[in-house]
C-alpha cells in the first residue's frame, strides 16, 4: 500500500511539475518549452559551419529565380529578375535573420506589447495608441499603395516575410519568441509603415512647447526671449551662411496677435532621448585625392542588439544598390549604386506643436474653433493585455490631432487640467517608399531631387554626391508653413488662424548644391541662417559643436581619402570643454581645495580636451560643467518650481557663465545667502571630484572616461545577459564621434565616388538576430575602435570576389 501511494505521489508531483514548466505565470515564461532539447533554446544555436554553402530554396510566391551571394559578414546580395522579386527576396531574408525584431518593433510602434508581456506595459502601449502611430501609418499607407509601383513592392516584401514565417515550426521559432512565449503572427505593408512611423517617433517625437510655455507664464516674454533665444551666438548652419536663394518665397501666414496659455501641468513625460543625431558630410572632387567626390554618413541612435540596420545590396533590371536597410521595410536606406552615395540626418525641424483645447462641457464630446462647437472624434482602443481582460481607452481626436495625455500624474496638479490636442506630421499622408524606390535608383542630381518631392517624415537632411562631379544638402520632408515662433510656445486651439497653414514649397527646402567651400556637411545644427532663408523651421536644433568641428576639419582638407573622413567620423575633440574649461579654471581657487582636488585640478588643466577612452579629463570636466549648469538654473527651471519647464539651452548657459557673472539667475532663491559664480563653480568642482573619489578611489587609471560613460549596447527587449556591456570606447555628447552611454553611430559608412565606386561601412552588431549566431554581434569590436571594413559590391552574382563565402538560388 506505502508503494502505492509513493507511486501516485511522484505521478502527481511530475504531472503537476510537467504543467509548470509548460505553463506562463505572469511575465515568467514557461521554461519547460524553453529548456526543451527538441523545441527549446537549444535549436537556436548555430556555427558558420551550419551556414549552406550551396543551397537551392523553393519559394511558391517568386516569378523567376533568384540569385543571392553572401559575403563573410554574413551580408546577402540578391540579384533578381525583376522588382517582385527583388523585394520578396528582400523580405524573406531579412526575416530570416531578422524576424523578430522587426516583429517586436512594429508591436511597440502599435501599443501591442502587453499582447507579449502582460500588463506592465500596458502605460507603453496606452502612450503609442494616444500618439496616433497606427491612424498615422494608416493615412500614408493609403498614399503608397495607390502608386502601382510601391504596391507591388510592399506587397512583394510582405509576401517574402510571409514566405519565411510559414516555413517556421515551434521548434525553428527564433529565440526570442521562446523566451517570450508567443509566435510571429502574418507580416502586412500597414508594418512597414509602421516601423517608418516608429522612427519619425525617434526623430521627431520630441516637443518643448509646453514647457517653454510654462515659463512664459512664470517669467514673461522679455525673460524667455532673453534665455531661449530664436537663434544661437555660436552656430553654423547646414547651409553656408550668405548661400543665395533660388527660388521666389511665397507669401508666409501672418502672426495673429499674442495668446498665451494656461499652466500646463500634463506634459510629456515619454519623449525620445534629445541626443539623438548625426553626422553627414561630402567633399567635392577638388577637394579628394581620387578627383571624385567622397561622402561619409554615421546616423546617432539607440545601440541595441540586434542592430537598428540590416545590410543589403540588390540588384535587378534598373537598380544595383547596397548599403544599409531598416528591418521591416524594403529598399536601401542609406547607401551607394555605381553613380551615386547618399545619407542621411536629422533636421531638427519643429513639425509637433501643441492646441490648448475648450471643451463645451466635462464630457468632451464637443470643441470650440473658428466660432463653433466642432464634434470630437472619440476612438476606442482596445488593449490586449496577456493573462488579464482587455483594457479599453478612449482616445480623442480633434482636427488638430490626438489628445495624449490627458490623465493626473502628481499629485499636486489640479484635477481638471488643460488639455492640448497634438499637431504632427507624421499623421500626415506621405509616400516615404517611393522616396527611396527613386533614390536606389538614381544616377544623377536630378533624380535625386526628384526622389526627394514625396518625402515626409521624419524630416531628413540627405546628403548626395554622384561620380560626375555634383555634392549636395537638402534638409528635407513636409515642413509647416509657419509665422516665426509658431509652435515655439502651445497654440490657441480656437483659432484658425493658428493652425498650420499648409507647407513649403519641397523646392524651396533648405538646399545647396556645390558650394564654393568644396564640401556640404549636417550635425542637426540649425539648417540655414534665418537672415538668409525666409521660413521659419525651428527655434533649436542640435548644439552647434559637431557641426562646427566638422566643417573646420574639412575646411583644411586637401587630398581628401575615405580613411581620411574615417577618421574624421572617429574624433573625439570636445569643443565645449575647448571653449569652457579655461573659464572654469579660472573661477576656482586652487588653494580653497583639499589636497586630492588639488590634484585632479591639476590634471584637468593639463587635459588637452580629447574624450578619448582612457583620459580622465572628460571624466572631470562633464561631471563638473553638468553639476554647475544644475546649479544655476535647477532652483529656476527645476521640478521645486512646481511647473515643469526646461533649462535654457547650452549656448545661452555658456554665454551666462562666460560674460555674465553678476547675473540674477546666479542666485539660488531657495537659500537665504546670494550665491556667486565662483562660488557656485567650486562648489560644483568639490562635488565632482569626490564622487568620483567615492565611486573610483583616488585619481589614477579608473576615472578613464569609458569607465565613467560606460557605453551599453543592450537587447532591443532588455533581455539580460544578450547585449554589450560597458565598451571600452570614447567620444560623447556633442562630439563628432557622439558615442554616449545608451547612443551612438548606430552605422558608419564611407563612399568614394569614381569609376569605380569604393566603400567602407560597419554598424556596432552582426547581420543575424539570432543571439546563438557567430554573426550576432561580431562587428562590435572594430565599430568600438573605429574601423571600417570594405563594403562588397558586385556587378553580376558571377563575379569573382574571394569574400563571397556562398551561393543560394531561390526558386519557385
Same mark, same amino acid.
Given at each position: 500500500?506505502?508503494?502505492?501511494?509513493?507511486?501516485?505521489?511522484?505521478?502527481?508531483?511530475?504531472?503537476?511539475?510537467?504543467?509548470?514548466?509548460?505553463?506562463?505565470?505572469?511575465?515568467?515564461?514557461?521554461?519547460?518549452?524553453?529548456?526543451?532539447?527538441?523545441?527549446?533554446? @537549444?535549436? /537556436?544555436?548555430?556555427?558558420?559551419?551550419?551556414?549552406?554553402?550551396?543551397?537551392?530554396?523553393?519559394?511558391?510566391?517568386?516569378?523567376?529565380?533568384?540569385?543571392? *551571394?553572401?559575403?563573410?559578414?554574413?551580408?546577402?546580395?540578391?540579384?533578381?529578375?525583376?522588382?517582385?522579386?527583388?523585394?520578396?527576396?528582400?523580405?524573406?531574408?531579412?526575416?530570416?535573420?531578422?524576424?523578430?525584431?522587426?516583429?517586436?518593433?512594429?508591436?511597440?510602434?502599435?501599443?501591442?506589447?502587453?499582447?507579449?508581456?502582460?500588463?506592465?506595459?500596458?502605460?507603453?502601449?496606452?502612450?503609442?495608441?494616444?500618439?496616433?502611430?497606427?491612424?498615422?501609418?494608416?493615412?500614408?499607407?493609403?498614399?503608397?499603395?495607390?502608386?502601382?509601383?510601391?504596391?507591388?513592392?510592399?506587397?512583394?516584401?510582405?509576401?517574402?516575410? +510571409?514566405?519565411?514565417?510559414?516555413?517556421?515550426?515551434?521548434?525553428?521559432?527564433?529565440?526570442?519568441?521562446?523566451?517570450?512565449?508567443?509566435?510571429?503572427?502574418?507580416?502586412?505593408?500597414?508594418?512597414?509603415?509602421?516601423?517608418?512611423?516608429?522612427?519619425?517617433?525617434?526623430?521627431?517625437?520630441?516637443?518643448?512647447?509646453?514647457?517653454?510655455?510654462?515659463?512664459?507664464?512664470?517669467?514673461?516674454?522679455?525673460?524667455?526671449?532673453?534665455?531661449?533665444?530664436?537663434?544661437?551666438?555660436?552656430?553654423?548652419?547646414?547651409?553656408?551662411?550668405?548661400?543665395?536663394?533660388?527660388?521666389?518665397?511665397?507669401?508666409?501666414?501672418?502672426?495673429?496677435?499674442?495668446?498665451?496659455?494656461?499652466?500646463?501641468?500634463?506634459?510629456?513625460?515619454? %519623449?525620445?532621448?534629445?541626443?539623438?543625431?548625426?553626422?553627414?558630410?561630402?567633399?567635392?572632387?577638388?577637394?579628394?585625392?581620387?578627383?571624385?567626390?567622397?561622402?561619409?554618413?554615421?546616423?546617432?541612435?539607440?545601440? +541595441?542588439?540586434?542592430?537598428?540596420?540590416? %545590410?543589403?545590396?540588390?540588384?535587378?533590371?534598373?537598380?544595383?544598390?547596397?548599403?544599409?536597410?531598416?528591418?521591416?521595410?524594403?529598399?536601401?536606406?542609406?547607401?551607394?549604386?555605381?553613380?551615386?552615395?547618399?545619407?542621411?540626418?536629422?533636421?531638427?525641424?519643429?513639425?509637433?506643436?501643441?492646441?490648448?483645447?475648450?471643451?463645451?462641457?466635462?464630457?468632451?464630446?464637443?470643441?470650440?474653433?473658428?466660432?463653433?462647437?466642432?464634434?470630437?472624434?472619440?476612438?476606442?482602443?482596445?488593449?490586449?493585455?496577456?493573462?488579464?481582460?482587455?483594457?479599453?481607452?478612449?482616445?480623442?481626436?480633434?482636427?488638430?490631432?490626438?489628445?495624449?495625455?490627458?490623465?493626473?500624474?502628481?499629485?499636486?496638479?489640479?484635477?481638471?487640467?488643460?488639455?492640448?490636442?497634438?499637431?504632427?506630421?507624421?499623421?500626415?499622408?506621405?509616400?516615404?517608399?517611393?522616396?527611396?524606390?527613386?533614390?536606389?535608383?538614381?544616377?544623377?542630381?536630378?533624380?535625386?531631387?526628384?526622389?526627394?518631392?514625396?518625402?515626409?517624415?521624419?524630416?531628413?537632411?540627405?546628403?548626395?554626391?554622384?561620380?560626375?562631379?555634383?555634392?549636395?544638402?537638402?534638409?528635407?520632408?513636409?515642413?509647416?508653413?509657419?509665422?516665426?515662433?509658431?509652435?515655439?510656445?502651445?497654440?490657441?486651439?480656437?483659432?484658425?488662424?493658428?493652425?498650420?497653414?499648409?507647407?513649403?514649397?519641397?523646392?524651396?527646402?533648405?538646399?545647396?548644391? /556645390?558650394?564654393?567651400?568644396?564640401?556640404?556637411?549636417?550635425?542637426?545644427?540649425?539648417?540655414?541662417?534665418?537672415?538668409?532663408?525666409?521660413?521659419?523651421?525651428?527655434?533649436?536644433?542640435?548644439?552647434?559643436?559637431?557641426?562646427?568641428?566638422?566643417?573646420?576639419?574639412?575646411?583644411?582638407? /586637401?587630398?581628401?581619402?575615405?580613411?581620411?573622413?574615417?577618421?574624421?567620423?572617429?574624433?573625439?575633440?570636445?569643443?565645449?570643454?575647448?571653449?569652457?574649461?579655461?573659464?572654469?579654471?579660472?573661477?576656482?581657487?586652487?588653494?580653497?581645495?583639499?589636497?586630492?582636488?588639488?590634484?585632479?585640478?591639476?590634471?584637468?588643466?593639463?587635459?588637452?580636451?580629447?574624450?578619448?577612452?582612457?583620459?580622465?579629463?572628460?571624466?572631470?570636466?562633464?561631471?563638473?560643467?553638468? /553639476?554647475?549648469?544644475?546649479?544655476?538654473?535647477?532652483?529656476?527651471?527645476?521640478?521645486?518650481?512646481?511647473?515643469?519647464?526646461?533649462?535654457?539651452?547650452?549656448?545661452?548657459?555658456?554665454?551666462?557663465?562666460?560674460?555674465?557673472? +553678476?547675473?540674477?539667475?546666479?542666485?539660488?532663491?531657495?537659500?537665504?545667502?546670494?550665491?556667486?559664480?565662483?562660488?557656485?563653480? *567650486?562648489?560644483?568642482?568639490?562635488?565632482?571630484?569626490?564622487?568620483?573619489?567615492?565611486?573610483?578611489?583616488?585619481?589614477?587609471?579608473? @576615472?578613464?572616461?569609458?569607465?565613467?560613460?560606460?557605453?551599453?549596447?543592450?537587447?532591443?527587449?532588455?533581455?539580460?545577459?544578450?547585449?554589450?556591456?560597458?565598451?571600452?570606447?570614447?567620444?560623447?555628447?556633442?562630439?563628432?564621434?557622439?558615442?554616449?552611454?545608451?547612443?551612438?553611430?548606430?552605422?558608419?559608412?564611407?563612399?568614394?565616388?569614381?569609376?569605380?565606386?569604393?566603400?567602407?561601412?560597419?554598424?556596432?552588431?552582426?547581420?543575424?538576430?539570432?543571439?546563438?549566431?557567430?554573426?550576432?554581434?561580431?562587428?562590435?569590436?572594430?565599430?568600438?575602435?573605429?574601423?571600417?571594413?570594405?563594403?562588397?559590391?558586385?556587378?553580376?552574382?558571377?563575379?569573382?570576389?574571394?569574400?563571397?563565402?556562398?551561393?543560394?538560388?531561390?526558386?519557385?
Amino acid at each position: 500500500m506505502i508503494r502505492w501511494l509513493k507511486a501516485i505521489l511522484a505521478l502527481l508531483v511530475t504531472v503537476a511539475l510537467t504543467w509548470a514548466l509548460n505553463t506562463r505565470f505572469g511575465s515568467v515564461p514557461p521554461f519547460g518549452k524553453f529548456l526543451s532539447p527538441f523545441r527549446g533554446f @537549444w535549436r /537556436n544555436g548555430e556555427t558558420a559551419a551550419d551556414f549552406p554553402k550551396q543551397q537551392t530554396l523553393t519559394l511558391p510566391g517568386l516569378q523567376q529565380p533568384v540569385q543571392v *551571394r553572401f559575403d563573410d559578414q554574413r551580408v546577402p546580395h540578391i540579384f533578381a529578375q525583376n522588382d517582385h522579386d527583388l523585394y520578396y527576396a528582400q523580405g524573406y531574408l531579412t526575416a530570416r535573420d531578422r524576424l523578430w525584431e522587426m516583429d517586436f518593433v512594429t508591436h511597440v510602434a502599435a501599443g501591442r506589447l502587453s499582447e507579449i508581456v502582460g500588463k506592465d506595459r500596458l502605460e507603453t502601449d496606452r502612450f503609442f495608441r494616444r500618439m496616433g502611430m497606427v491612424y498615422g501609418a494608416r493615412k500614408s499607407l493609403d498614399a503608397a499603395m495607390a502608386d502601382p509601383t510601391v504596391r507591388t513592392v510592399l506587397t512583394s516584401y510582405s509576401d517574402g516575410i +510571409n514566405a519565411y514565417i510559414n516555413s517556421l515550426t515551434p521548434s525553428t521559432y527564433p529565440f526570442e519568441y521562446k523566451l517570450l512565449d508567443y509566435a510571429p503572427e502574418p507580416w502586412e505593408p500597414l508594418k512597414c509603415a509602421l516601423i517608418l512611423k516608429y522612427m519619425a517617433f525617434d526623430l521627431t517625437g520630441r516637443s518643448d512647447d509646453l514647457r517653454l510655455s510654462n515659463a512664459l507664464g512664470k517669467y514673461g516674454r522679455e525673460v524667455v526671449r532673453d534665455l531661449f533665444p530664436d537663434y544661437p551666438l555660436r552656430e553654423d548652419p547646414v547651409i553656408p551662411e550668405g548661400t543665395p536663394l533660388d527660388f521666389k518665397p511665397v507669401p508666409v501666414p501672418a502672426a495673429p496677435a499674442g495668446f498665451e496659455a494656461d499652466y500646463s501641468p500634463l506634459v510629456p513625460q515619454n %519623449q525620445p532621448d534629445p541626443e539623438l543625431g548625426s553626422n553627414n558630410f561630402a567633399v567635392s572632387g577638388s577637394k579628394s585625392a581620387t578627383g571624385f567626390p567622397i561622402l561619409a554618413n554615421d546616423p546617432h541612435l539607440q545601440l +541595441n542588439l540586434p542592430s537598428i540596420w540590416y %545590410q543589403a545590396q540588390l540588384a535587378a533590371p534598373g537598380v544595383n544598390v547596397c548599403g544599409v536597410s531598416i528591418p521591416g521595410v524594403p529598399f536601401i536606406i542609406i547607401g551607394f549604386n555605381e553613380q551615386v552615395a547618399w545619407g542621411v540626418t536629422n533636421t531638427y525641424a519643429d513639425v509637433l506643436d501643441w492646441y490648448q483645447l475648450k471643451f463645451k462641457d466635462n464630457t468632451r464630446r464637443e470643441y470650440w474653433h473658428d466660432g463653433r462647437w466642432k464634434p470630437v472624434r472619440r476612438v476606442v482602443e482596445r488593449i490586449k493585455v496577456r493573462g488579464q481582460p482587455d483594457r479599453l481607452d478612449t482616445v480623442l481626436y480633434t482636427h488638430h490631432g490626438p489628445i495624449v495625455y490627458d490623465r493626473q500624474e502628481k499629485p499636486f496638479l489640479p484635477q481638471t487640467p488643460i488639455l492640448h490636442a497634438m499637431r504632427w506630421v507624421a499623421h500626415d499622408a506621405a509616400n516615404e517608399f517611393l522616396t527611396f524606390y527613386r533614390l536606389n535608383r538614381t544616377r544623377n542630381y536630378q533624380d535625386y531631387t526628384a526622389a526627394l518631392a514625396t518625402y515626409g517624415a521624419p524630416a531628413q537632411n540627405f546628403i548626395f554626391a554622384d561620380s560626375q562631379q555634383d555634392i549636395a544638402i537638402w534638409p528635407n520632408g513636409l515642413l509647416p508653413l509657419k509665422w516665426k515662433e509658431q509652435g515655439k510656445f502651445v497654440l490657441d486651439g480656437t483659432n484658425p488662424a493658428y493652425d498650420w497653414q499648409g507647407w513649403i514649397p519641397s523646392a524651396q527646402n533648405p538646399h545647396v548644391k /556645390n558650394p564654393p567651400r568644396g564640401f556640404v556637411s549636417s550635425a542637426n545644427q540649425f539648417s540655414a541662417n534665418p537672415k538668409d532663408y525666409p521660413y521659419y523651421l525651428n527655434w533649436n536644433y542640435g548644439d552647434y559643436e559637431r557641426g562646427h568641428r566638422i566643417n573646420e576639419r574639412l575646411a583644411h582638407m /586637401n587630398h581628401v581619402t575615405p580613411d581620411s573622413l574615417r577618421v574624421l567620423q572617429n574624433d573625439n575633440l570636445g569643443l565645449n570643454a575647448q571653449l569652457m574649461l579655461p573659464r572654469l579654471l579660472a573661477l576656482v581657487q586652487p588653494t580653497q581645495l583639499s589636497a586630492a582636488q588639488q590634484q585632479a585640478y591639476q590634471e584637468l588643466g593639463r587635459w588637452n580636451y580629447f574624450y578619448d577612452a582612457h583620459a580622465t579629463g572628460p571624466t572631470m570636466f562633464e561631471l563638473w560643467y553638468t /553639476n554647475l549648469v544644475k546649479r544655476i538654473w535647477d532652483d529656476d527651471f527645476g521640478k521645486a518650481t512646481g511647473l515643469e519647464m526646461r533649462f535654457p539651452t547650452r549656448d545661452r548657459t555658456n554665454t551666462l557663465i562666460l560674460q555674465e557673472p +553678476n547675473s540674477r539667475w546666479i542666485d539660488d532663491t531657495r537659500t537665504p545667502a546670494k550665491e556667486t559664480l565662483t562660488e557656485l563653480a *567650486r562648489k560644483s568642482f568639490q562635488f565632482a571630484t569626490d564622487s568620483l573619489t567615492r565611486k573610483f578611489g583616488p585619481l589614477g587609471p579608473k @576615472w578613464a572616461w569609458a569607465n565613467q560613460k560606460s557605453t551599453d549596447i543592450l537587447h532591443l527587449a532588455q533581455l539580460p545577459g544578450f547585449g554589450h556591456m560597458d565598451l571600452d570606447v570614447g567620444g560623447g555628447t556633442g562630439i563628432v564621434n557622439a558615442t554616449s552611454e545608451r547612443n551612438g553611430p548606430s552605422w558608419r559608412m564611407v563612399v568614394a565616388l569614381g569609376p569605380q565606386v569604393q566603400a567602407y561601412g560597419l554598424f556596432p552588431g552582426g547581420e543575424s538576430g539570432n543571439p546563438g549566431s557567430p554573426f550576432y554581434d561580431d562587428m562590435i569590436e572594430p565599430w568600438s575602435k573605429g574601423q571600417l571594413h570594405p563594403l562588397v559590391f558586385l556587378r553580376s552574382p558571377d563575379e569573382k570576389n574571394p569574400r563571397v563565402k556562398a551561393a543560394w538560388e531561390l526558386t519557385r
